[in-house]
């Protein structure tokens, strides 16, 4: 069974610009939630989607926005790029909100230059 | 609140236990979750723990909770050089589902 396939695993950008990632959630799957991973913060809750829509919402400028498909995959997008964006986006899968096993993918690591 | 606290470096010789200990704060929390990550990798889910369980193990893994004082630890036996990693702790919340880090334990082995 493949696990959670994050793309690109890496890209530079520079301000000003937007990016987005995307999320392969494992096959079943049907809720994606989205965290962002520094070293002064650690690992931050962006948002949560389960069936196209979004359940939660972490504290994150609206620069910050994400979907997610009919067949489960999200993406995430990020506009207006600052320095402090640069970052590794992880993406997990569960079942539902709710359920116990939730598996992370191995993360896109964006550079702002 | 919700927070998540973790000793943020723990050093063990091949072949000892390791034990990474672990607090968490809400109380709505539904599973509590222990995740590695090497270097330059994602989160490899480790093990996790239901609200109302005690224990939990899983081969070298055990996993003990104590829900009275939220205290949550990760028991590693015979460490090997292979587990040097970062360990993260994390509690669901019952109310959003979203997941609270803590800040990360390194553990070093040494041969």
């Known amino acids: 069974k493949a696990g959670v396939t994050q793309t690109p695993r890496y890209l530079i950008k520079t301000r000003g610009q937007q990016v987005t990632l995307s999320c392969s959630p494992i096959?079943?799957?049907?809720?994606v939630s989205w965290y962002q991973q520094t070293p002064g913060q650690g690992l931050q809750f962006l948002f949560e989607?389960?069936?196209?829509?979004?359940?939660n919402k972490g504290n994150f400028p609206g620069r910050f926005s994400g979907r997610q498909f009919s067949n489960s995959r999200s993406e995430m997008n990020v506009s207006t790029l600052e320095l402090g964006d640069s970052a590794l986006y992880l993406c997990?899968?569960?079942?539902?909100?709710?359920?116990?096993?939730?598996?992370f993918g191995e993360g896109s690591r964006l550079t702002v230059l | 609140g919700e927070d998540v606290e973790q000793s943020l470096f723990l050093s063990v010789r091949e072949g000892d236990s390791s034990v990474i200990n672990c607090t968490y704060t809400?109380?709505?929390?539904?599973?509590l979750y222990w995740y590695k990550q090497e270097p330059g990798a994602g989160l490899q889910l480790l093990t996790y723990?239901?609200?109302?369980?005690d224990m939990k193990q899983d081969q070298r893994l055990t996993v003990l909770l104590n829900k009275k004082d939220k205290h949550l630890s990760l028991r590693i036996a015979d460490t090997q050089t292979g587990d040097s990693a970062i360990y993260f702790c994390?509690?669901?919340?019952?109310?959003?589902?979203?997941?609270?880090f803590g800040q990360g334990t390194t553990l070093q082995v040494k041969p």
């Open positions: 997990a899968s569960s079942l539902d909100s709710f359920t116990g096993e939730l598996f």
């Open positions: 096959s079943g799957h049907r809720s």
């Open positions: 989607y389960f069936s196209e829509t979004q359940r």
């Open positions: 809400d109380s709505s929390s539904t599973y």
């Open positions: 723990i239901f609200s109302n369980m």
């Open positions: 994390a509690e669901r919340s019952g109310n959003t589902g979203k997941l609270i």
